[in-house]
């Protein structure tokens, strides 16, 4: 049975359509390995019941020989996706108990294609935070562990949930979200592929917002193939986001394995700072020597206000939350404290909902867009945006592609960092200037550290350029060969 | 030029008046959700996840709204801004689910413009219009239902309203008056908005300061929420005597938010400058600017209805109207459709001018005195257009004498009968057979020798008598211009 769960859904797939396994077989397994890997924390909710009765569905329809595109994907899905009568809580006490009546376009378009979802991941807090250690429901656990210390390692964040699960084989894909790396930086830690789409490719609809302007939908995936069949059918225009692009989703999957010789990667000097993790930087030259190999041009390029990235996006991000996470008041939904004035009833509920990390960026955000303030601090990150945007924007002349490290350091342990909100703050370092951009950006694994550690880099692209991604990202997949079992002791 | 300056003892006052004039924008589901606008529903019947602020709902803009405003805009000569952006005003209340009401505060979609309004001695006066920007309601909270519970209705969370800003131009309580009045029709006209303070879908935030003529502007009072045209004055002119009382007592005014309060006809503080919240204004990552073409402008502009200042002017030129009279029949949406109506029924007149006269004369005077008498709209008369037009075309047939036409007209308001009916039910019809009016003309003169033999020594004036024989004779059914002939031509009146 724990074979079921080794296979990519391709592979998978064939075994389902020729009738050799069924869905509820395959359903079974991960519920199993679920049931299994619990220790990780990587679930706060679990679907057993109503994902064996979608599988009888799904053998229902490759019996009658119509198979959608997804059938029997065993798929987790982040706590901040809406599905109706199922808890959505966002790693959150004040949602502890909120039980949506609607499901988000992203959720509802993956069931349509077949996908069952098995349950629903830990995250941080509202996705504020890069470990899951703000999570209201305990961190998740890395399914890595370094060699030779027996230590529980965080997942990365704020999809740490979500990447745990993927690692850990009690589910074949993951919905996370990306508002400052949250996909790429815990798919980087746990060993897998994470997908964060072009800005306005996926509808926001149903999401638990953090920040708007940033938040993406995106697939957490052990292989680039995976990623780009579940993009391919999250993707697309949705007239209830006002943000959601009108594009023509392609086929991801015909992008893999063309050939990307000829074409040209920027190799971004701002990314490689002079304390670099030596092993990282190792990782990324060895990256580069892949990409030559393949025949590809390796060009340096400079994104200058890089520095200013992370500042900007510590001013956009809490500025949005502080205003997004206001409708958590205490009158309709979700936790309510009593209290004896109106005032004190929403200080009462919003003191004993929301954590520590979530309060500091409510705080933030109410800071930067006070009278006063908005000038000097969120005009001008909104400026500094435009100029990170203008770098990608003039680098995109000479590259076709930018390849960057997707964190600066592996796992560390659950319990590190957690009392520096600026070291964790820095954890997004790498990620962020996609997000301000609006930009698509894939994270594969490429090798372990010399302890052990799964390490990620990333390409990041032009707008809309998702295949382009997919390309490059195959190449290396191929070149690295990263064997995700290897590392993880299940 | 009217005089609005205020004397008192210590000399002249000048008074500044600006209006945030807030309206519902007439559409059938709100600003950003599909959630139908309605007030006769059931408390929370009419409210969208997106309007209670469910997680993960995002607002998607209606574009009726969006065509409404720039109709408004437009109507009120003002520029229509192809770039805007709702922006997020920030403040925590139980009626405003999202913790923000999105509002246009940075770019609105109208910027500046104006609008005439009338004054007592027939001139107008321009008010300038600062500018029109679109944003959310919020619900509403009843305190005073439930003993210790306050209740929230969400009905009306996320309607879209207007709020047309003016320039502080405005010098007394009757200019405010009068222009929320003007812009009230021009609202209703449009069909913007219905602009029915009643059910507050227009309400007003009145600015109001006092200075001495020739030096800077006073400090200002903001009047929230005032929900009447006849509170708007009472709210300026108590506001007007508190500030300039104060004043000349040696105090100061303070920047201060001040509510109205009906049953005492009074102004109170309501929070000081310093107390007012920071709203946090930005631009709402939710949604994207809104980018309009010139080509979508100018399709609306083509496309805009006749305005009242329109309508009066044509009503003037086309049917000689007065000044006067064209105002009274423009003054609301269903008069001018009655009044052209009666006026394109009258076949009967050959001069158009002529029988528009008669028509203004009939629906400003004994149309509007019934209607008035009866407390009935226009639209509640109980004789149609039609049938007061046939009225007026028996006038012009020389059938009935416009004095015994008031009677008909009295009898078809209340027997709802046709005019031609009355008139020969009650033998009403004139008398218009020349030789049998000669015939009576003569019996008169031989009957009153005496007035004769005056009328003939000089005495002018006996030409009434002798008119007012012939219809006392005739019962007033004689046609008065055939008498008035006929006696000239006996009389040798040349």
Redesign the interface.
Known sequence: MTELTRLTYGALRQKLLSKSITVKETIEAYLHQMAQTRSLNAFVSEYADQALAQAEESDRRIQSGAPRPLEGFPLAVKDNFCEEGMRTAAGSKILENFVPTYTSTVVKRLQEAGAIVLGKTNMDEFAMGSSTLTSHFGPSINPWKAKGDNADLIPGGSSGGSSASVAAFSSLGALGSDTGGSIRQPAALCGIVGMKPTYGLCSRYGIIAFASSLDQAGPLTRNVEDSALLLREMAGHDPKDSTSLVYEVPDYTKALGLSIKGMKVGIPQEYRPAGLNAEIAQWWDQTIQWLKDAGAEVVDISLPHTKYALPAYYIIAPAEASSNLARYDGVRYGLRVPGGTLDDLYIKTRTEGFGDEVKRRILIGTYVLSSGKYEDYYLRAQRVRQRVTDDFTQAYAKVDVILAPTTANTAFKVGENITDPLAMYLQDVFTVSTNLAGLPAISVPVGLSNDGLPIGMQFIGPALHEERLFQFAHVVEQAANFQLMRGVGI | MINTLITTATGDWEVVIGLEVHTQVKSKSKLFSGAATSFAAEPNAKVS?VD??????????NEVCLEQAVKTGLALNAKINLHSVFD?K?Y???DL????QISQFYHPIVGEGYLDIDLEDDTSKRIGIERIHLEQDAGKSIHDVHPSK?L?DLNRCGTALMEIVTKPDMRSADEAMDFVKKLRLILRYLGSSDANMDEGSLRADVNVSVHRPGTPFGTRAEIKNVNSIRFIGQAIDYEVNRQITLLESGGTIDQETRLFDASSNSTRSMRSKEDAP?Y???P?????PVILTQDYVNHIKENLPELPGQKRERFMRDYGLSLYDATVLVSDMETPLYYESVVNHMKSWKDQKEAAKMASNWVCGELFAFLKENNLSIIDSPISSEKLATLLNLIGEGQVSGRTAKEVFEDMWTSGKDPAAIIAEKGLVQMSDAGELATIVDKVLVDNPQMLEQYRSGKDKLFGFFVGQVMKVTGGKANPQMTNDILKEKLHVK
């Not at chain 2, 689910?97 to 923000?100: F, I, K, V």
């Not at chain 2, 709402?284 to 994207?288: C, E, G």
């Open positions: 996840f209670a602020a469910m997680p993960g709902m995002l607002p998607v803009l997020r920030n925590f209340y139980a689910p999202q913790g923000y306050s929230i920071d946090r204004y930005f709402d990552p939710d949604l994207l």
